[in-house]
């Protein structure tokens, strides 16, 4: 096929889903249908533009306190009747960037939006708005002194922050005033961090558990890649660039009934989700002898938006970036061009000499637009399709993290994901420990696809894993390394 594709190409199949639907791990079970359906649906998840990640347009690099660095979706390991929600913000946190380290900003809203049915508009936006307190605004220190616990009077900045749900037109406070887990100064200021960040959870009523603070950045690769590609000489590659680092994490989790079509998890078992950041429309910068404090006022803008890793930061074109992150989901069909004729493909096959699959990538639009099933690749995964209620003319291709709530955990999770044989992860939601990076090199120069060039099998950053281990429970984030050991 040589045509562009069009509206048509990646309407949703209208046909209702009425026959039973086996257990996932049973439906992916055959070899080749796992590699034919699931793996094209990682092949189109970078490619569908509706992701931002570390620093990657021009107007968001300049405000790191509110730029989303990765969004993450999955089936809590240890609560598999809930579902964990993570998104980070401020990339490249030194961690011994004091005074004042890293705070969230009190002039915007942090969102994780979930849609219930596919309609690419969210039925449940949860929303962290944050606010800062001085003990003491005649030091410079961030702390005065040793501090063992959140209300210490040692440590001189603290914040809290307000939690919302914007559920069918009316916004209900789930909770308000909730410390914030500090920046970790280091072992002298903070002896006992883990301590500090575990005073940070709070659980809800209703069985929510909710958590914001700083925390080690969970994305691992080796981000030289924009050096022309690690110039063309692929032993150079194998450094974590982001290890060390520190970002800002929100984490909730949410009872599966929470999210799920008609509070129906069994009946309605797919969901997708993202993040956003909004910042008040005006803000005015202090004149000469003022208190040196801007005024925000005005609607709320939304200035990121994250959904699936890398999109924004290698598909997208440097001129549509900060459209991209001022857009809804909704909208995605305005940057479809540059899903089916993508720019990396062709840079990897000019530097490598690994052939570029033929477009336009029509199948890569059908397997991420529209979900998995089998109605598009043959295969059922997680297409809005696959929830009995959902009305069929509503749903709508756009991208997010959508996730088939109805895979448990696995026990040992394959880091890369589908691809790997392991359901429950990436492009079915995203884990921490998935390898975004691998899975998506090798699946754009068409791995999976048929015939693939064998050389798209080696493609990769030769980072496997996070450098520090995470959390076996609630938030699940590792901890900040320290300003100091």
Known sequence: MNRQATDRDVSPDPRPRSRPRRDPRRRLAGVAALALGVASAVVATPLAGQASSHRE?????????????????????????????????????????????????????????V???????????????????????????????????????DLNFTQTYKLELVRGGKTTVLADNVPVAPSNVGVASMPDYAKLRSDAVRTLPGGLKTFAGQADDPFFLDLRVFDLLYGG???????????????????????????????????????????????????????????????????????SRLGSPLVNEVVV??????????????????????????????????IYHVPAPKEPRNDLVAAFLTGVSKANLGVDLNAHTLNKDATPSRIVPYEALRLNMSVPPTAHPHRLGVVGGDTAGFPNGRRLTDDVVDIELQA??????????????????????????????????????????
């Open 444 to 485: 754009v120069q068409g791995v999976l696809l048929p015939n693939p060039p064998a050389a798209a099998k080696a493609l990769g950053d030769a980072v496997n894993a996070n450098n520090v281990p995470f959390a076996a429970a609630f938030p699940y984030v590792a901890l900040p390394t320290p300003g100091s050991r």
């Open 317 to 350: 074109p440097v001129g549509q970036k900060d459209r991209f992150n001022n857009s809804n989901p909704d909208r995605d069909a305005q940057f479809l061009r540059y899903v089916t004729n993508p720019e990396l493909p062709k840079l990897i096959e000019a």
């Open 57 to 113: 347009a021009p107007l968001i690099a300049a405000d790191p306190t509110v730029d989303n660095t990765d969004t993450y979706a999955f089936v809590s390991p240890d609560a598999p009747d809930t579902v964990t929600l993570v998104a980070n913000w401020s990339p490249f946190s030194e961690p011994a960037g004091g005074p004042n380290f890293f705070p969230f900003a009190t002039d915007a809203r942090y969102n994780l939006h």
């Open 233 to 303: 000489n692929a032993t150079e590659i194998g450094k974590d660039t982001l290890a060390g680092y520190n970002v800002n994490s929100i984490v909730l989790q949410v009872p599966k009934k929470d999210l799920a079509l008609k509070g129906d998890p069994a009946r309605n078992p797919v969901i997708g989700a993202w993040s956003t950041t909004d910042r008040r429309s005006l803000r005015v910068l202090p004149g000469t002898g003022g208190n040196g404090q801007p005024a925000s006022g005005g609607g709320w803008s939304q200035v």
């Open 115 to 153: 849609d219930a049915d596919g309609d690419a508009k969210a039925d449940s936006t949860y929303r962290w708005t944050f606010t800062s307190h001085y003990k003491n605004p005649n030091t410079f220190l961030y702390n005065t002194g040793s501090v063992t616990a959140l209300n210490d009077p």
